[in-house]
């Protein structure tokens, strides 16, 4: 199963609508938030599945996290603005580890992350629409038997998308 990874479009769908021209082998995308109804405009012009959670200029106040069970690996969505992704990543550790999830996903900083905690893997692709380090970037989440790739890319019109690959096998 491979999977699209936005955030952060805020109504700029042009590069997005590229980037899913490009990666024409995914199956469905995940979009974390800002704008939702963006998911929902490109899900209708694609023809994708797609998951989508809300982000803070959604609705504020309204939590909107996911789980997600996608080839025996445990997925939660989340804007991240609720848990101060901005200022620590501590508070949306802590959920990762309540929920147990193999695989956290997040973006509102506009900036990509990629780490480690105690056996989950927390992912952020960034913004493909507003950058905040001026590189538009997403990810490509491979998910087989358990195990999960997750591919960094970063966007320009000038060049081939540049990657690099995180690689996390699920421990049982």
């Not at 899900?43 to 080839?71: F, H, M, P, Q």
Request: glycine content about 8%.
């Amino acid at each position: 199963m491979k999977l699209l990874i936005l955030s952060d479009t805020h109504g700029s769908l042009m590069t997005a609508r590229k980037v899913i021209l490009a990666e024409q082998d995914v199956e469905q995308f995940l979009h974390l938030g800002d704008f939702q109804r963006d998911a929902r405009n490109l899900a209708r012009e694609t023809g994708l599945l797609y998951t989508a959670v809300k982000g803070n200029c959604d609705s504020y106040y309204e939590r909107d996290d996911k789980i997600l069970n996608a080839g025996g690996v445990k997925i939660l969505l989340t804007h991240g603005h609720h848990y101060n992704v901005k200022m620590s990543y501590d508070a949306l550790i802590y959920k990762g580890q309540e929920e147990k999830a193999d695989l956290v996903l997040f973006g509102h900083t506009h900036l990509p992350a990629y780490f480690e905690e105690e056996n989950t893997v927390f992912y952020n692709p960034g913004s493909i629409a507003r950058p905040k380090n001026d590189i538009k970037s997403y990810g490509i989440l491979t998910i087989e038997k358990g195990r999960f790739q997750i591919e960094h890319k970063e966007w320009a019109e000038t060049f081939p998308a540049i990657s690099r690959v995180f690689e996390k096998i699920k421990r049982g």
